[in-house]
Nanobody, 123 residues
Framework: QLQLVESGGGLVQPGGSLRLSCAAS????????IGWFRQAPGKEREGVSC????????YYADSVKGRFTISRDNAKNTVYLQMNSLKPEDTAVYYC????????????????WGQGTQVTVSS
């Protein structure tokens, strides 16, 4: 059974850092592009970042460029999202998702989703 599991969320002060992990079970991430999304209370789920399986290209939403870094470790079947200089506006549930054919910033394009991990940025 194909499964994605996020971890690493928590409470952090503004300006702090967190590293989120997305671990795959039942399939290898080698052949999938992996995206990170987030959803704040009362808001639509929005794309944050994506990493390509084909050439390793990375993509970021304007709101996180220069602060977040996506990476992958195929040996561990895991994708990471390093989040630095966190702001209260980054507070949300963060989800990872897998798509077979191309990196996308749209929820509707993704095939598999994790359960989400809560990130709270507050003093």
């Amino acid at each position: 059974q194909l499964q994605l599991v996020e971890s690493g969320g928590g409470l952090v002060q503004p300006g702090g850092s967190l590293r989120l992990s997305c671990a795959a079970s039942g399939f290898t991430l080698d052949y999938y592009h992996i995206g990170w999304f987030r959803q704040a209370p009362g808001k639509e789920r929005e794309g944050v970042s994506c990493i390509s399986s084909s050439d390793g290209s990375t993509y970021y939403a304007d709101s996180v460029k220069g602060r977040f870094t996506i990476s992958r470790d195929n040996a561990k079947n895991t994708v990471y999202l390093q989040m630095n200089s966190l702001k209260p506006e980054d507070t949300a549930v963060y989800y990872c998702a897998a798509v077979r054919y191309y990196c996308s910033g749209y929820v509707r394009d993704y095939d598999y989703w994790g359960q989400g991990t809560q990130v709270t940025v507050s003093s």
